[in-house]
Nanobody
Framework: QLQLVESGGGLVQPGGSLSVSCAASGSTLDNYAIGWFRQAPGAEREGVSCMSSSGGFTMFADSVKGRFTISRDIAKSTVYLQMNSLKPEDTAVYHC???????????????????WGVGTQVTVSS
């Protein structure tokens, strides 16, 4: 069974950058599509970005497009979300999640993810 653990959250000023990580164990990343989601207090969960199991396809929500990038290190079984030009509205708990996917498939944010991490808090404030 896949386990996911996020890290790297913290407090950053508006306009700053932060990278959060998702360490996977129990299986290899190339069996799973990985997504990043966030949830602010009182708000619905929002899909932020995903990467296909092959690593060759990525997608981003319009709210973060051009500011966030997603990458992975297969050897470390870790997926990264690099967040630049952060805004106060990016403040949320960021979760990574995964579902089993074929290498030929693209990733989808609006689907059911099977495995979830507990999340890491990102706060953008001056």
């Amino acid at each position: 069974q896949l386990q996911l653990v996020e890290s790297g959250g913290g407090l950053v000023q508006p306009g700053g950058s932060l990278s959060v990580s998702c360490a996977a164990s129990g299986s290899t990343l190339d069996n799973y599509a990985i997504g990043w989601f966030r949830q602010a207090p009182g708000a619905e969960r929002e899909g932020v970005s995903c990467m296909s199991s092959s690593g060759g396809f990525t997608m981003f929500a319009d709210s973060v497009k051009g500011r966030f990038t997603i990458s992975r290190d297969i050897a470390k079984s870790t997926v990264y979300l690099q967040m630049n030009s952060l805004k106060p509205e990016d403040t949320a708990v960021y979760h990574c999640a995964a579902y089993r996917a074929r290498l030929s498939e693209v990733c989808i944010l609006m689907t059911q993810y099977t495995y979830w991490g507990v999340g890491t808090q990102v706060t953008v404030s001056s």
